[in-house]
């Protein structure tokens, strides 16, 4: 069986020469499903609203925890199993077969490298959740779906280490510094950019970054009507993602009929 190799964010690195990489080995062959499963994750971010032509994911090599999966540079809607390739976790692409990857892979290497729970990860520039890495009010968990907001939602501003840049996370120092922001949280915020979110699985991955987007529509919403806002408080929150662990696999299983 074949392994593929993987794709990032808004700009392209060269391709890939196959030099340093080439004389890697694959961690082994994937099961043709989970590749399946990965393709069909970046179709529903997309058909959820929250990848439009750029936005990546990624997920660990099932066999391997030093490697992981993510597709090459295509927009996410559009992705399919034979568009996933290998990579190690210093973001080089095991075989590379000369297609380029987006430069911010290194998102994706340096989270693994520093969360040995993290079995996935979103990449995104979900509309409704941009604009909280702007405002100093805070995101906040505003309904159960989202419970797991309420452990805190930090933003990492790449400006305060590394001055200005083209906002990407380039390297590894960018990719490490965001790691380190988003510390043992699930979602992290980047500063006029986007936002990752991480879980124990796929499909809780992708719960975390669609119910991200949902929940700052809500919060918007309820900022709009006034007043106090009776968000769920760390405790509550949880309880509540306890539940919603266990049951990730029902939108799921909706979501991944729809694309």
């Given at each position: 069986?074949?392994?593929?190799?993987?794709?990032?964010?808004?700009?392209?690195?060269?391709?890939?020469?196959?030099?340093?990489?080439?004389?890697?080995?694959?961690?082994?062959?994937?099961?043709?499903?989970?590749?399946?499963?990965?393709?069909?994750?970046?179709?529903?971010?997309?058909?959820?609203?929250?990848?439009?032509?750029?936005?990546?994911?990624?997920?660990?090599?099932?066999?391997?925890?030093?490697?992981?999966?993510?597709?090459?540079?295509?927009?996410?809607?559009?992705?399919?199993?034979?568009?996933?390739?290998?990579?190690?976790?210093?973001?080089?692409?095991?075989?590379?077969?000369?297609?380029?990857?987006?430069?911010?892979?290194?998102?994706?290497?340096?989270?693994?490298?520093?969360?040995?729970?993290?079995?996935?990860?979103?990449?995104?520039?979900?509309?409704?959740?941009?604009p909280f890495s702007l405002v100093p009010?805070?995101?906040?968990?505003?309904?159960?779906?989202?419970?797991?907001?309420?452990?805190?939602?930090?933003?990492?501003?790449?400006?305060?280490?590394?001055?200005?840049?083209?906002?990407?996370?380039?390297?590894?120092?960018?990719?490490?510094?965001?790691?380190?922001?988003?510390?043992?949280?699930?979602?992290?915020?980047?500063?006029?950019?986007?936002?990752?979110?991480?879980?124990?699985?796929?499909?809780?991955?992708?719960?975390?970054?669609?119910?991200?987007?949902?929940?700052?529509?809500?919060?918007?919403?309820?900022?709009?009507?006034?007043?106090?806002?009776?968000?769920?408080?760390?405790?509550?929150?949880?309880?509540?993602?306890?539940?919603?662990?266990?049951?990730?696999?029902?939108?799921?299983?909706?979501?991944?009929?729809?694309?």
């Open positions: 069986m074949r392994l593929f190799t993987c794709a990032c964010c808004a700009a392209f690195a060269p391709a890939d020469s196959g030099g340093a990489s080439a004389a890697k080995k694959s961690a082994g062959p994937v099961p043709r499903e989970l590749l399946e499963d990965l393709a069909a994750a970046s179709r529903i971010c997309a058909d959820q609203g929250v990848f439009d032509a750029f936005g990546h994911l990624s997920m660990r090599h099932p066999d391997s925890p030093e490697r992981f999966l993510m597709a090459r540079s295509i927009a996410p809607a559009r992705v399919q199993a034979d568009d996933i390739m290998e990579y190690d976790l210093d973001a080089e692409a095991i075989d590379a077969r000369g297609r380029g990857s987006f430069l911010e892979k290194f998102i994706h290497g340096e989270i693994y490298k520093a969360r040995p729970d993290v079995m996935s990860i979103v990449h995104s520039h979900s509309p409704s959740v941009v009010n805070k995101m906040r968990a505003m309904y159960h779906n989202a419970a797991f907001i309420a452990e805190g939602v930090p933003v990492f501003d790449i400006r305060e280490k590394f001055g200005a840049t083209d906002m990407l996370v380039s390297d590894h120092a960018k990719g490490r510094e965001l790691a380190k922001v988003l510390g043992q949280k699930p979602v992290a915020l980047m500063r006029a950019h986007g936002s990752v979110a991480v879980g124990p699985s796929l499909k809780h991955a992708v719960f975390r970054a669609v119910y991200t987007e949902a929940n700052a529509k809500l919060q918007i919403q309820a900022t709009i009507l006034g007043g106090p806002i009776a968000a769920l408080d760390e405790d509550e929150g949880r309880l509540a993602d306890a539940v919603n662990v266990n049951v990730v696999s029902r939108p799921w299983d909706l979501w991944r009929e729809r694309v």
